[in-house]
């Protein structure tokens, strides 16, 4: 090996470093695992953030990690009043993120789930604002109905025909819309209230009626149903079946024929349209009324919901109530543990999310550390040698 | 005189999961100016193998000897200290960067970037090799062959001995092929040891001094190649004994079904992509379409298929229908109704089938299908069949009996994310009037295929991706042929395919052709193109730079003509 010029020191003086032999650990990519496993994997994640959030909440007060978890459970669950807003929040939740998973499934990144639930509010209070008392709440309500569906739908179609004509990225102008829809809801509320006093006091035509003298109940089991319909949707139809292939290969959309503007621009008003319809029952069942947070963001946090479920309306119907229990738990934590703002509440509900994102990684890798010392490596070596 | 040993592998495994094992205790050794070739099938590990040297991997158990030392190679950089370099399948270069920049990127740590320098250093060592390269060219102006050129470089700039290279001929045209050759040998004589992954056997013993063979992740042997045959390294890499014949009956009546008049397509970049191509496919034959790689190939099926905006240009099919009832199988209401009015319809007994009855009344829709169903109309003549312009879709209503095995299966073709079931159903999902999708005859369809061609998968509910490269090729293959076509249009079907899949598809294409379809064949592997196809179509830059007969052309000629130097005079 005379004639190597450079290099050799260093290969010699890199062999030196014997503790260096191996790298400290290894990302070894895992088989699919069993739904029990991955199930499980979960539950040590949520479990685990739970623990770690409670520890932390009672470093920064008087109580113990225990109060944590009674006051987590009495917030979500403490009063029959307290589970059915549980349910009703999670079913709005839902509604929201039915809304957008055939968009994701197409891979159409709609993150105007606010101003589409916005602009359907907005159809829905116009109604009531200008016919309320002028016709009877059986005519105005189908009114308000039809008026929130197309107004999402318009609201979701637009950026769908900019992409599928111009290309246009669909992230952006959606963002954009959001904005838009919440300029709009202002605009008609300063042009509505003529105190100045910019809130809309709720109006009391075309309120929803109670089913079975509950006021939660119809939001709950429309917004259930939707979400298994959405499941046979995504799962059993021909439309279902062409979201899908576009999603996973425009390219073979394309080579089998399939007229890709045309299924991204009917998912986009279907997905447009059921956000404006979780409008609807803000407007007409819950609030009575709109301002620009009616939306609650959850046009962001329905996305966190859709991507936990992988795309699959049943399972959605599970992260969204595990999201919706630990933002209403935490509320009630944050009252019982004096905490004066929000924050602390949100470090929590972050570090739940980050654990059960996290968690996923360790569902797709397994880490491989060395085997602690060269010594034990070697030795380990030799016997599958001799084996 | 023994050489000197520079790598040496010992019980090396590597594993992919639990139940992929892709190297099971392979040890073998590399020598000091020597050219090894590291034969076996796709999927056999060599190129994981070669990857553990380079530091992509590392192995779970075993260990890696270079010059008598242990050695542990935990990334590229790693194995650039050893000395090690390796020029990958899919190149791994700057496009928007020159030759010497690409070259120098990532050298040279802490020191000035000095380019001019840099330079005379390389085309110092391009001299001593015989490299020809342009030093300022960017890199996406260059053909794949400069490109290959570039990575050997930046290897060598890098100070390598031992240049591992991944499957380096596919790319390449004959002449190519011979000038890379050299320049390996020019490399071993200075003392580097030059390791090829192929599965090429006739390259292999062309160039090497000594082939290692793998078999399903372990090593068989490593044998000179002055000792050995072609033969049986072919047994020796499959493991039984295959036949390297590929059964080429004459073709029988060959009917002209598809003819391409002057197609012109202008890329995105609005150079012409295909440059006035004409040429006509047969029924009964294998027409092979050669070329080097992005000469318009894909394109040319692509705009024949109907995925592209043509400039100019017709494409006609010729649907061999005179005095044949027509059917609703494979033609909508419309387009009867449409033949009907261009008069290329007959009653049994001969008279015109105009779609109106004798009162000049237009039939209702309801006699219309009954007649047709009956099987009173008849074709009066071939039916002939303008293409220009169709989408996909709309090929597919005018029963026109199509089928594309384009060369990016899972990007083109099937759906990675789907399971078996439902690729099939890609073709066939829209029949019926019902809005939900009808699993169960793609299901059959499914299984036929697993169980016919052997496609080894877990169930029809295995998502393709997850399948080895020759499974998904036969999924797709079935699928296309399950159509019936008369036309059959592949691009590439048995690239990366190991021999046995690859010896399924041929004969898969031959039965086609046997039974009348026009098949369409691009393929690079000139020896193939040679024994499958009845007539070769060289093109060249999207140009036709001639057409030959397979069975009497010389490689070296092909070779010339994909090069654009010389058409040929038939």
């Known amino acids: 090996m005379e004639k190597q010029p450079s290099g050799m020191e260093n290969v010699t003086s890199y062999a030196q470093e014997k503790d260096k032999k191996e790298p400290l650990f290894r990302l070894i990519k895992r088989d699919v695992l ?61 509604g929201v993120a039915v809304a957008l998973v055939p968009a994701f499934k197409m891979k159409f990144w ?74 709009l809801v202002s605009m008609f509320i300063t042009i509505w209230v003529k105190s100045g006093s910019g809130v809309l006091v ?24 939707l979400a298994a319909l959405m499941y046979v949707y995504l799962k059993y139809t021909k439309h279902g079946y062409e ?65 936990l479920a992988a795309f699959n309306p049943l399972v959605m119907m599970g992260t969204c109530f595990f999201i919706i229990f630990i933002s209403r738990g935490m509320v009630e934590v944050r009252g019982s543990f004096n905490f004066t703002n929000d924050s602390i509440a949100n470090i929590v509900i972050g570090l739940v999310y980050f654990c059960v994102i996290a968690c996923s990684f360790f569902i797709t890798y397994k880490v491989v550390f060395r085997k602690s010392g060269a010594r034990v490596a070697k030795r380990n070596r030799t016997k599958g040698e001799e084996r | 005189m023994e050489k000197q040993t520079v790598i040496e592998l010992r019980n090396i495994t590597k594993r992919f999961g639990a139940s992929v094992i892709a190297n099971n205790n392979v040890s073998m050794d590399v020598k000091r100016g020597e050219i090894l070739s590291v034969l076996g099938e796709n999927g056999c590990g060599k190129t994981t193998l070669m990857n553990m040297l380079a530091g992509i991997y590392y192995p779970d158990e075993g260990k890696i000897i270079i010059n008598g030392e242990e050695a542990s190679i935990r990334s590229p950089k790693d194995a650039f200290r050893y000395n090690i370099g390796m020029i990958h399948q899919h190149f791994k270069l700057v496009d928007v960067f020159t030759a010497a920049e690409n070259i120098v990127l990532g050298t040279g740590e802490g020191e000035k970037y000095d380019l001019k320098s840099a330079k005379t250093r390389i085309l110092a060592m391009s001299e001593k090799y015989g490299f020809h390269i342009d030093l300022d060219k960017k890199v996406h102006e260059m053909s794949v062959s400069e490109k290959q050129t570039v990575e050997i470089i930046k290897v060598l700039y890098r100070g390598a001995d031992v240049l591992i290279l991944d499957e380096p001929t596919a790319v390449l045209t004959p002449q190519e092929i011979t000038r890379l050759f050299d320049v390996l040998r020019a490399m071993r004589e200075d003392g580097k040891s030059v390791l090829i992954i192929t599965h090429k056997l006739n390259e292999v013993m062309e160039i ?33 004994k295959v036949t390297l014949n590929i059964d080429r009956p004459l073709p029988v009546d060959p009917e002209l079904r598809l003819s391409v008049e002057s197609l012109t397509l202008i890329g995105t970049e609005g150079k012409p992509v295909l440059d006035g191509i004409s040429f006509g496919a047969y029924g009964g034959e294998i027409l092979g379409i050669a070329g080097i790689a992005g000469s318009g190939q894909r394109e040319l099926l692509e705009s024949i298929a109907g995925l592209h905006h043509l400039e100019s240009g017709t494409v006609t099919y010729f649907n061999p229908k005179k005095d044949k009832p027509i059917t609703f199988y494979h033609k909508s209401y419309e ?30 829709k309801k006699t219309v299908k009954a007649l047709v169903n009956a099987g009173e109309i008849f074709f009066k003549e071939d039916e002939v069949i303008n293409l220009r312009e169709k989408t996909p879709l709309q090929i597919r209503e005018l029963g026109v009996r199509f089928s594309f095995v384009p060369e990016d299966r899972l990007g083109m073709g099937l759906v990675g994310n789907m399971d078996i079931t439902d690729n099939m159903m890609l073709r066939s999902y829209r029949r019926g009037k019902s809005v939900f999708v009808d699993r169960k005859a793609p299901e059959e369809l499914a299984n036929e295929i697993i169980a016919s061609l052997q496609v080894v998968t877990p169930d029809t509910h295995t998502p393709v991706r997850r399948l080895s490269g020759g499974n998904v090729q036969k999924v797709l293959v079935g699928r296309e042929i399950a159509a019936g076509p008369k036309v059959l249009m592949a691009a590439y079907p048995v690239r990366g395919l190991d021999i046995n899949s690859s010896y399924t598809i041929y ?8 039974s009348g379809v026009a098949v369409v064949f691009v393929g690079e592997d000139l020896d193939v193109l040679l024994a499958l196809c009845d007539r070769i179509m060289v093109i060249a830059g999207g140009k036709v730079m001639g057409t030959v007969d397979a069975r009497t052309a010389k490689k070296e000629e092909i070779g010339l003509m994909m090069t654009g130097a010389a058409p040929a005079e038939s």
Request: charged share 15%; aromatic share 8%.
């Open chain 2, 335 to 364: 387009r009867v109704m449409e033949l009907a009015h261009e008069g290329m319809l007959r009653y049994a007994d001969g008279r015109d089938f105009t779609g109106k009855d004798e009162y000049g009344k237009s039939l209702s």
């Open chain 1, 243 to 307: 979201i899908a292939v576009v999603g996973d290969s425009p390219n073979t959309a394309k080579y089998i024929g399939i007229d890709v503007k045309r299924v991204i621009i009917r998912t986009m008003i279907i997905s447009g349209a059921l956000a404006g319809v979780v409008g609807l029952f803000l407007a007409g069942n819950i609030h009575h009324t709109v301002s620009t947070a009616t939306a609650n963001n959850m046009g962001f946090t329905a996305i966190m919901a859709t991507w």
């Open chain 2, 507 to 514: 004969n898969l294409l031959t039965e086609q052709k046997k």
């Open chain 2, 208 to 240: 090497s001094d000594r082939v290692a063979v793998l078999r399903k992740g372990e090593h068989i042997a490593t044998v000179n190649t002055a000792d050995t045959t072609e033969k049986e390294l072919a047994d020796m890499m499959v493991g039984q």
């Open chain 1, 34 to 94: 069993p739904k029990r496993k991955i199930v499980l994997i979960y539950a040590i994640a949520i479990v685990a953030s739970l623990l770690l959030s409670s520890v932390i909440c009672s470093l920064f007060s008087s109580k113990n990690p225990v109060a944590f978890f009674v006051a987590l459970f009495d917030g979500a669950l403490g009063s029959s009043r307290r589970i059915w807003l549980l349910l009703q929040d999670t079913a709005l939740l839902l």
């Open chain 1, 110 to 183: 709609n993150l105007g789930g606010n101003g589409q639930i916005l602009v359907g509010a907005l159809a829905a209070i116009s109604c009531m604002f200008y016919l309320g008392g002028k016709m009877p709440d059986a005519l105005l309500i189908p009114l308000m109905v039809v008026a929130s569906i197309l107004a999402g739908a318009v609201w979701g179609v637009l950026p769908a025909i900019f992409k599928a004509l111009f290309g246009t990225n669909e992230s952006l102008f959606t963002l954009m819309l959001n904005y838009i829809a919440a300029g």
């Open chain 1, 202 to 225: 709720p109006i009391e035509h075309g309120n929803f009626p109670e089913l079975f003298g509950s006021k939660y109940l119809l939001t709950v089991l429309v917004f259930f149903a």
